[in-house]
């Protein structure tokens, strides 16, 4: 019987860069409808359900996806002032410490069970098996992790080498093993003494601090400032921004895994994946009769082996064999599968150019909705914009651009000056440079708009904000 109460600790950061174009740094896998109905991060949270003695999740993320995780976790009725905001990256050693100190305040026997937003398990019921014998060993003190029987010679995982067996289903952890040449994971595989670093852990709260400040003393030290400083806003945990840069970016392994002497692995066999490439996606998901995987408004004639994805546009294809296809909004990818790992050549690409596409989507989401930019020049943009009902655009003016917003659906109040009017359907407003305005959802149902900008300079830095409800 489990006495410790489980925590959940979920990491939702990440920019899952080689899925793009689909995830961006702006909108990374984590929250999006990879693999199944659910985004990766629901997913995840649904996962725990078959849990026992478990809380409500805790989830860490970055300040500029807090309103995608609060929507996330509303969805699916989870949203429960959860949401730990990092002020910056800094691996996830700290964001385990700031879990930890966060549990240890209401709980200060409870276990933490640390997991990534972004990972595919397909056999639930041996995810919990491996838990529960997990938790065995947290309750006596060790630091335990997951290693994923190896199903073939993967090169794109660090690799755990397990050690004495101290219980049936347990090892000693031997040590970590940094990501093999293609020859050195043949061998890790015929060896069976090797697992994949599977990056999900379980231990008690107070013992993981334990040896963090032991083994990294000054992370500890920072991420305990940073939460004495802490402030609730909306359903977020915010943290003392210059503290929290002050601590070292380490992983949990390199910071306390690979030190303490009380690791040990369970061994999962629970069809794993962290969905690292588009090549592991068409390898977990469901093919058609010619092996391929197809989502979206695809024909594939003579067409084999392949993933083939569209979001908006029909794609065809003729003749062709273990190719990705990709179709976004504003981008194409096509690539041979087997160099689905070479995608990050692309965003190095776009980064050496200074092309917005490795970072952000045409649409862009908000607190109060989103917007899509259907067009753009030099002295103009064209956005499809929608509110949710209760959403408000803040209070602002602009110094360099006009705007002319027409009503596609739903009720909006608009304010311009110090006048406020209602526009309905087809109803449309101007907004001269200079004044300041704000429009709300004061209707039932999306409001949904046609934003038109024009100007001489169109940059959102030429947004001076008034009031702001988030």
Not at 77 to 91: H, K, M, T, V, Y
Not at 288 to 316: C, F, H, P
Not at 321 to 327: F, Q, T
Request: aromatic share 8%; with cysteine.
């Amino acid at each position: 019987m489990i006495m410790n109460k489980i925590y959940p600790i979920i990491m939702a950061g990440g920019t899952g860069s080689r899925l793009w174009p689909l995830s961006r740094e702006s909108y990374p896998k984590q929250f999006i409808q990879l693999f199944g109905e659910d985004t990766m991060l629901q997913a995840t949270i649904k996962r725990l359900h078959g849990l026992e003695n478990r809380s409500n999740p805790l989830i860490i993320c970055n300040e500029e996806h807090r309103f995608v995780v609060a929507e996330q976790l509303r969805e699916i009725d989870q949203l429960a002032n959860n949401i730990i905001l990092e002020p910056c990256g800094r691996n996830t050693a700290p964001a385990v410490a700031l879990a930890a100190l966060e549990v240890m305040r209401k709980d200060p026997n409870g276990i933490l069970l640390v997991l990534a937003a972004d990972h595919v398990i397909r056999n639930e019921l041996a995810f919990y098996n491996a838990i529960r014998d997990a938790v065995v060993h947290a309750s006596n003190d060790k630091l335990v992790t997951f290693g994923v029987i190896p199903t073939y010679p993967e090169t794109g995982y660090g690799y755990i080498k397990k050690g004495k067996k101290v219980s049936a289903t347990t090892f000693d952890v031997a040590n970590f093993v940094e990501k093999p040449n293609l020859e050195t994971a043949k061998d890790y595989l015929q060896s069976r003494q090797f697992l994949w670093n599977s990056g999900m852990f379980i231990f008690k709260a107070q013992r993981y601090l334990d040896e963090l400040e032991k083994y990294c003393p000054e992370i500890l030290t920072h991420c305990k400032l940073a939460l004495c400083h802490q402030s609730i806003d909306l359903d977020f945990i915010r943290l003392d921004k210059t503290e929290f840069e002050k601590c070292p970016s380490n992983s949990i392994d390199y910071a306390v895994m690979e030190h303490t002497q009380d690791a040990v692995v369970v061994p999962m066999d629970a069809q794993w994946s962290d969905v690292g490439s588009w090549l592991s996606l068409w390898e977990m998901s469901k093919k058609d009769d010619s092996n391929n995987v197809i989502q979206g408004d695809v024909i594939a004639i003579n067409t084999n082996d392949s993933y083939i994805r569209s979001e908006n546009k029909l794609v065809a294809t003729v003749g062709i064999n273990n190719l990705i296809i990709i179709e976004t909004k504003d981008a194409v990818l096509v690539m041979h599968k087997e160099q689905s790992q070479d995608v990050k050549q692309v965003i190095e690409k776009l980064k050496q150019s200074d092309r917005i596409e490795y970072r952000d989507n045409r649409e862009s989401y908000r607190p109060w909705g989103k917007t899509d930019l259907i067009d753009s020049d030099k002295f103009y943009k064209v956005r499809n914009t929608k509110v949710k009902p209760g959403g408000k655009i803040s209070l602002q003016l602009h110094h360099h651009r006009s705007e002319h917003w027409v009503v596609v659906s739903g009720t909006a109040k608009v304010t311009i000056g110090r006048k406020s009017q209602l526009l309905i359907e087809n109803q449309s407003v101007y907004i001269p440079l200079g004044q300041k305005h704000a429009i709300e959802n004061i209707g039932k149902i999306d409001l949904e708009l046609i934003e038109i900008q024009s100007g001489r300079y169109l940059c959102d830095d030429d947004i001076i904000r008034f009031e702001d409800f988030y």
